[in-house]
């Protein structure tokens, strides 16, 4: 049986979420400048350690992406599903499969799931702010990685990744 404070401990409050900027590779590069809310999951590949998720593990990570037009998650990829849902405003998704490029529109409410290991990034297209909501599975979100043009654009910005895949910002 559950206690109440168990249960409230499993809530998150949006205007208590953590807004973080500056712990992706991607997201101080012009056309990915963007904030995110960690929900449920995990810090691993991120630059801070002791950024955690305000709700216990499970076997899936959630997260928050807030943006401002023409902005958004560059190319990446994880070993597991990813699905995508825009909470605010309308998002173009892009990816690359073994049919080359291509992009779709997201609006309000739809769902994109994205198989493991297919590069993919959203871009928002209408006027000012957006939330997308992302849903990794596996409790470690399947890992992050960087598509070879996002990492060679992040170079040229003095943003590297160590041998653990934390970011390091040459200043």
């Known amino acids: 049986m559950t206690t109440r404070a168990e249960m409230l401990d499993r809530v998150a409050r949006f205007g208590e979420l953590r807004r973080d900027s500056g ?29 955690g998720s305000p709700l216990p593990p499970e076997d899936f990570t959630m997260g928050l992406q807030h943006a401002a037009t023409g902005n958004g998650p560059g190319l990446h990829s994880h070993t597991t599903v990813e699905v995508f849902m825009p909470l605010s405003g309308t ?56 598509h070879p043009s996002v990492l060679e654009e992040a170079a040229r910005h003095g943003r590297t990744l160590d041998d653990e895949g934390r970011l390091v910002v040459q200043t």
């Open 23 to 51: 712990s992706y590779l991607d997201d101080a590069l012009p056309g990915h400048v963007r904030s995110a809310m960690m929900l449920i999951g995990t810090t691993k590949g991120r630059n801070d350690p002791s950024l």
């Open 91 to 146: 998002w173009r998704l892009y990816w690359i499969d073994d049919e080359g490029e291509a992009e779709t529109e997201l609006g309000t409410w739809d769902v994109a799931s994205i198989p493991p290991e297919v590069w993919r990034g959203l871009e928002l297209t209408s006027e000012g702010d957006g939330l997308l909501l992302a849903v990794r599975g596996g409790a470690d979100g399947g890992g992050l990685a960087w």
